[in-house]
């Protein structure tokens, strides 16, 4: 096929094609627009609680309230609708990086765009492993087969042609064989495919166990808030016997409870978590894989591209016919017949390593080089197991050439040598893999070109010899394993190479193991039970093929554990989408691999891998330490609202909505972005991955958060009480009060950082965004309290040094009881 013969749109046919047809975008699949947003925060309860307290303050006469209380408004739905687009905006970025390329022709020219920038009558080309990016009409197509399985629920491969009604092919369909190029008819909301996708728009995709969770809790929180507040309620109109300030209230407990921080923090973590993935080269597809990584028990790597360098330079040539060795490897140079034919079956024009290396060892040595007499005339797909692939050559005077490269095994099945001669190429050719090699057979066919079979499995092979790659291991490789060890991960190679190659790359890389190799064939022979078994112990698995690699997920996922796995090829796609967290590379990566893939390399170092699960577990623990946080300050401001009322104190109003508003304020930036920021914990990756079934919060955990909480509200009200039976005084007690909460806050904050290291340790964190947030609440603290206007509608009073310090002290003694927990901990 020759690409130079098309010259495609002009850049003003494009724009016109756009404008009348549109992009090749799905408009429905643009979530999250500024009204959905908006929306969204109106029908937030904490919204509609501050809406509710204005309207109570307005009736009652109380403006310098009420409009402190619609500020609260505009002030927290700013803060909801900034935290929101930033965590979406997050997402859409990476939507972008991870959106899949098109070969096009324009100007005469071939070149890679963006999917999304396709427009109707563009040429694309696509090849096999490919996804179609658009409904198109076959122009000129090669051994072209697509799977449509994703349209038609058919597993088997459609043929495609240049004549209807076979010219058609469709968006997000997968090409399996051969290569085409074909003209765009329909694109964006008009494809096949999108139209499909907008029958089922409306169906919730299953949610993560930890959204579960989350949600469940705030769920109870909302509901138990409820229940409070109409008690409260009650129990204040029966004391005042003024239904509008029973009701201003319960609406003040009801926001108390509410922990709308939650929600936000979980989004916000998990969107941001993944942008900054995408700083260490990872492209997280959704953000809510960052919820796994962390998780993540083994990691099931492929050898070629991911342990090795991917460079597949040609080591030796075992010529059948002279029963010579050729050791290129050591600088020896020679040409034959296997090396001629190993030739004939690559591309014409290589893009693989391997092949880059046969044609280079061609021309270096053939007598005359025949590549530009022959012309590819057909091309059986790769294929078998092991695969092979045949191509058929053809010059100006009928001559031909039939040539096959691939699986030692089907070639040799395929062939006519006696039992000791097959014994005897297979000890060669082991002997060969031990070395840590690439071994491939070398075969021709003298098949009549005139009547060729439908299927490589009809050919009659003669063997001609054997040809062998060196992939030196990546450097780093071997400090990557040992942090997967160190962190708790088990690693295990799953590779289609023999089982000699992948226990001597296996050696030379440091991978564990016990000398025990699976094969594919082995795998198939096995029941479920036993693989349950074996395959927690056995770390390298050969000769795999999509069936077996789906095997061993599976049973790594039944055994408990949680299943990373890394591929590039066509047929890692299922076993891709099968594992927890599906890795695919992003140079590469063939587009079906990327497409089921949760996770791409850009660049394809595991190096990142890492990284990433590193940062999955640094998100999780500063989520729990947010969360543990939020319900720790929670609990005095509920307790502080409902205790002197339950226990009629003289003065029962101590925090009104504009005081539980003003902690919000403090609180939400406080728990979204000081943990946000915060580092990895030392001792992180050294610790075993949690499990993912395990609940989100432990009772111990639980339980500490709630002394806290408990611990917090006893230091602020005993020294309330004190100053009301001391000086009888509501707006001094208020301002102790608050004042102790504030200061405990602060406290809390930066003991918080770590339920494991003593806070000395932690202030040495780095947390460029922690001075700022927590000097600014102190200068706010100070403004409510001794500037005149503020203090009047808080109800504050200016606060003695004396007061000030008996408030830190208070403060102090509430939450720095937890270093002694601290320490007790870290000494066990």
């Avoid at 979530?31 to 937030?44: F, N, P, Q």
């Avoid at 239904?243 to 319960?250: A, E, S």
């Avoid at 699976?518 to 349950?532: F, H, N």
Wanted: some cysteine; hydrophobic content about 45%.
């Amino acid at each position: 096929m020759s690409q130079s013969a098309y010259s495609g749109l002009t850049p003003e046919e494009v724009s016109k094609s756009r404008a009348k047809h549109g992009s090749n975008k799905s408009s429905f699949s643009d979530e999250g627009g500024i009204l959905t947003t908006l929306k969204d925060i109106i029908a937030e309860p904490m919204f509609i609680l501050l809406v509710a307290a204005a309207v109570i303050y307005f009736v009652l006469g109380e403006q310098a309230e009420a409009i402190i209380m619609l500020v609260a408004i505009l002030i927290v739905a700013s803060i909801s609708f900034y935290q929101e687009r930033r965590s979406r905006n997050a997402v859409e970025a990476l939507k972008h990086l991870s959106s899949p390329l098109a070969e096009v022709c324009r100007n005469s020219e071939w070149q890679e765009i963006a999917t999304d920038e396709i427009v109707v009558d563009d040429l694309i080309l696509v090849e096999d492993g490919d996804l179609i990016p658009a409904d198109a009409a076959v122009v000129e197509c090669h051994d072209f087969t697509v799977s449509e399985s994703i349209l038609t629920g058919e597993s088997l491969s459609v043929g495609k042609s240049a004549s209807p009604p076979d010219n058609n092919i469709f968006k997000g369909t997968l090409v399996m064989t051969g290569y085409c190029v074909a003209k765009v008819t329909m694109v964006g909301d008009n494809t096949a495919l999108s139209k499909i996708e907008k029958s089922i728009e409306g169906i919730t995709s299953e949610r993560t166990p930890l959204q579960i969770q989350i949600k469940k809790f705030v769920t109870t929180m909302v509901a138990f808030g409820a229940v409070a507040f109409l008690l409260v309620w009650g129990l204040s109109y029966y004391q005042s016997g003024n239904l509008l300030h029973g009701l201003l209230h319960g609406l003040t407990l009801a926001m108390s409870v509410l922990p709308e921080e939650i929600p936000v923090a979980f989004s916000a973590f998990m969107a941001l978590g993944a942008y900054r993935l995408l700083k260490e080269n990872v492209i997280a597809k959704q953000p809510y894989t960052v919820e796994a990584l962390g998780a993540a028990t083994v990691i099931c790597v492929d050898k070629t591209g991911t342990l090795t360098q991917n460079e597949m330079k040609l080591a030796e040539v075992y010529d059948y016919a002279s029963d010579t060795v050729t050791d290129w490897f050591a600088g020896e140079t020679l040409f034959s017949k296997t090396l001629e034919y190993a030739m004939w079956a690559s591309e014409p024009k290589p893009f693989d390593p391997m092949e880059e290396s046969i044609h280079e060892a061609y021309a270096g040595t053939a007598p005359k080089d025949r590549r530009s007499e022959f012309k590819l005339a057909h091309e059986y797909p790769i294929k078998g197991n092991p695969p092979v692939m045949t191509h058929i050559h053809l010059d100006a005077d009928g001559n031909y050439v039939v040539a096959c490269k691939g699986g030692l095994e089907t070639i040799l099945n395929q062939s006519t040598l006696s039992p000791e001669e097959l014994e005897k190429i297979n000890s060669l050719a082991s002997s060969i893999a031990a070395k840590g090699r690439r071994v491939l057979g070398v075969a021709e066919s003298r098949a009549n070109i005139e009547k060729l079979p439908e299927t490589q499995e009809g050919f009659i092979y003669e063997f001609l010899g054997l040809v062998s790659f060196y992939d030196p291991p990546k450097e780093n490789i071997g400090n990557v394993l040992e942090s997967f060890y160190n962190a708790g991960i088990k690693v295990k190679m799953i590779t289609g190479d023999y089982p000699e190659t992948a226990r001597a790359v296996a050696d030379q890389v440091g991978l564990k193991n016990e000398g025990t190799v699976l094969t594919g064939e082995d795998i198939m022979k096995l029941d479920s039970e036993v693989i349950l078994g074996t395959s927690e112990h056995v770390n390298i698995f050969a000769r795999m093929f999509p069936e077996a690699k789906m095997k061993v997920i599976n049973a790594l996922k039944d055994q408990g554990e949680v299943v990373a796995m890394t591929g590039d090829g066509v047929n890692d796609g299922p076993a891709l989408k099968a594992a927890h967290i599906g890795i695919s590379m992003g140079k590469k990566g063939s587009e079906l691999a990327k497409s089921e893939a949760s996770l791409i390399l850009v660049d394809d170092d595991l190096t990142h891998m890492v990284d990433a699960v590193a940062m999955g577990r640094k998100i999780y623990e500063n989520l729990k330490k947010a969360v543990q946080y939020i319900i720790s300050i929670h609990i005095p401001i509920i307790l502080i609202v409902t205790l002197p009322l339950v226990f009629f104190w003289k003065f029962t109003e101590i925090f009104s909505p504009v005081h539980v508003i003003f902690l919000e304020l403090i609180m939400g930036p406080t728990c979204s972005i000081i943990y946000e920021n915060e580092p990895i914990e030392a001792n992180s990756m050294q610790r075993a991955p949690r499990k993912m079934s395990s609940t989100f919060l432990s009772f111990n955990e639980l339980s500490i958060s709630i002394i806290q909480g408990l611990a917090i509200t006893a230091a602020c009200l005993l020294l309330g009480y004190d100053t009301l039976n001391k000086t009888n005084d509501e707006t001094l007690t208020r301002t102790v009060i608050f004042s102790t909460l504030i200061f405990s806050n602060l406290f809390l904050t930066l003991i918080n950082r770590s339920f494991y290291f003593s806070v000395f340790t932690t202030l040495k964190y780095k947390n460029k965004l922690l001075p700022y947030v927590l000097v600014i609440s102190l200068i706010i603290l100070f403004i409510a309290i001794y500037t005149a206007p503020v203090s009047e509608i808080f109800g504050f009073k200016p606060l003695s040094i004396g007061y000030v310090l008996l408030s830190l002290i208070a403060a102090f003694a509430g939450t720095f009881w937890i270093e002694f927990w601290k320490a007790k901990k870290r000494s066990n």
